[in-house]
Nanobody, 116 residues
Framework: VQLQASGGGSVQAGNSLRLSCVAS?????????MGWYRRAPEEYDYRDLV?????????NYDENVQGRFTISRDNAKNTVHLQMNSLKPEDTAVYYC????????WGQGTQVTVSS
């Protein structure tokens, strides 16, 4: 299984970005729980779970993004999205998608930079 993340960029506070993560080499993507993590600039190798979505579409969010971020999935396209609205400078981080079901698989990071 490989995960390819995209959609990062540099925006001003208050704006939006949409991250996407496409899974390849997977037979039953719909049965997987998927998550988005982020690593803040000051963190060497610690990644916070931002949001997750299970096979039934149930979602969980970090309290710091609740109400601003929305995780969703398109099983037909083996893709999970993270819609990020009302971005804040403290959302600046490298964002990673991760397969949570079974052996963990990480995608490569995508940089999100939010300026004030």
């Amino acid at each position: 299984v490989q995960l390819q993340a995209s959609g990062g960029g540099s925006v001003q506070a208050g704006n939006s970005l949409r991250l996407s993560c496409v899974a390849s080499g997977v037979i039953a993507f719909s049965g997987l729980e998927m998550g988005w993590y982020r690593r803040a600039p000051e963190e060497y190798d610690y990644r916070d779970l931002v949001a997750s979505i299970d096979s039934g579409g149930g979602t969980n969010y970090d309290e710091n993004v609740q109400g601003r971020f929305t995780i969703s999935r398109d099983n037909a396209k083996n893709t999970v999205h993270l819609q990020m609205n009302s971005l804040k400078p403290e959302d600046t981080a490298v964002y990673y998608c991760r397969k949570l079901t079974g052996p963990p698989v990480w995608g490569q990071g995508t940089q999100v930079t939010v300026s004030s």
